[in-house]
């Protein structure tokens, strides 16, 4: 059993009774212990070291106890049963060996008496069960004694169910005002990062397009490279954000071979543009029609690719192909470099891990991880090889045929 040690201030106790009184059955569990026993007076009291307080009664002995009176807690049988951690059963007190010299029956006039503790679920100590009358009833019989034990239990049980109802409406509450930082966030992102970067790139085709120097030809397109790195991070993360706020990745299937056909091409374009010093070979066998994300598979070949500039060799090409066949589409990307060890390969696709060195342009650590969503989100699947010649990523899906 855990004592409840500490203080117990105004507010808390008012709490603590008001949870009391929404528990639907403590009347009705008061009406029994009264028509049972035939006692007068049964209550439920909030008892703490420094404090004895009535959560609710049933008074048919004119005792005058109100919900939220108190009463001294050194007065009261209550406080030996907190601390000594034993229920009190008394028939008569004229009779009783241990309580018929006691103060507290002749200070409030009561000939018998009952107190169980009350308990709450992790075990601290919540209050009594209690219940008087002026004349003597018999309350030591197992039958009794086992009932307001299991009143206590209910009443533990209670109590712990509107702790959780509480706690979960303010989980609740917290979620709403989160919620709403969430739409700032992702608004932000989608939005308010993206508009400077536009007016960054429109600024650099300006250069690229108008200026005679070549120094200043090179840095327009370093700009306008970075421009584009800087959009495919903002991308990932933004659907980061979607996937942990609950939305998922979302996708737009349709079927369109020409069109995926072109945005692979396109994205093995700007990757080229963006690291002309890596040679990127392909092979695109694609002759089956099926539906998919063009789009978001373009953004999977992306973040492939970056990834595969980053950490591959390049002294040597990187491979990408695309196929259709026996009703399954593949995608793989394949690059020379050092083995990926073991240890690394269960991590590749968590977000924001990031693998060994690379050339000192590694991201967050979110393209592989918001690759392997892409591949789920089309009911498909990402995964890695990767021996001491290299290392190759696979994303395959079942082919629906329209």
């Known amino acids: 059993m855990i004592i409840d040690t500490k203080f117990t201030n105004v507010r808390d106790l008012a709490q603590d009774v008001e949870a009391i009184n929404r528990i639907p059955i403590v009347p009705q569990l008061l009406d029994v212990i009264c028509k049972t026993t035939g006692m007068g007076f049964a209550a439920i009291a909030r008892v703490t070291e420094d404090k004895w307080v009535t959560c ?173 790195r800087m959009e495919d991070l903002i991308g990932n993360i933004l659907d980061f954000a979607r996937g942990q706020f609950g939305e998922g990745i979302l996708i737009n299937k349709k079927s369109n071979l020409h069109d995926l056909e072109d945005i692979l091409d396109q994205i093995i374009a700007e990757i080229e543009t963006m690291s002309p010093d890596q040679n990127i070979e392909h092979d695109f066998q694609l002759n089956k029609e099926f539906s998919s994300d063009a789009n978001r598979i373009g953004q999977l070949l992306s973040n492939l690719l970056g990834n595969a500039v980053i950490h591959g060799d390049h002294s040597r090409s990187i491979k990408v192909t695309a196929t259709t066949l026996n009703d399954e589409f593949k995608l793989s990307v394949i690059n020379g470099g050092k083995k990926i060890p073991e240890s690394e390969m269960e991590q590749l696709f968590k977000p924001f891990y990031r693998k060994g060195p690379g050339n000192g342009k590694q991201g967050l650590g979110l393209g592989l991880f918001i690759s392997s969503e892409i591949a789920k989100a089309h009911g498909g699947k990402l995964s890695v090889h990767s021996t001491e010649e290299g290392t190759s990523f696979t994303f395959s899906m079942p082919i629906l045929q329209s």
């Open 56 to 228: 609710t009664t049933r008074d048919e002995i004119a005792f005058g106890l109100k919900p939220g009176d108190e009463l001294k807690v050194e007065t009261t049988i209550c406080d030996e049963v907190r601390r000594y951690d034993e229920p009190v059963f008394i028939d008569n007190v004229q009779l009783d060996e241990h309580y018929s010299c006691h103060p507290t029956p002749k200070m409030y006039g009561f000939e018998s008496y009952v107190s169980v503790p009350i308990y709450k679920q992790d075990g601290s100590f919540f209050g009594t069960l209690c219940a008087i009358d002026k004349k003597p009833a018999v309350v030591k019989s197992d039958e009794v004694m086992g009932m307001f034990r299991l009143f206590a239990d209910l009443i533990s049980f209670h109590l712990h169910t509107i702790e959780k109802i509480k706690t979960a409406n303010i989980n609740l509450e917290d979620e709403r005002k989160n919620s709403v930082l969430r739409e700032q966030f992702i608004a932000i992102l989608g939005h308010d990062l993206r508009n400077p970067l536009a007016t960054i790139r429109m600024s650099s085709d300006i250069l690229l397009k108008f200026a005679k120097e070549d120094l200043v030809k090179r840095q327009a397109a370093m700009i306008k490279s970075t421009t584009f």
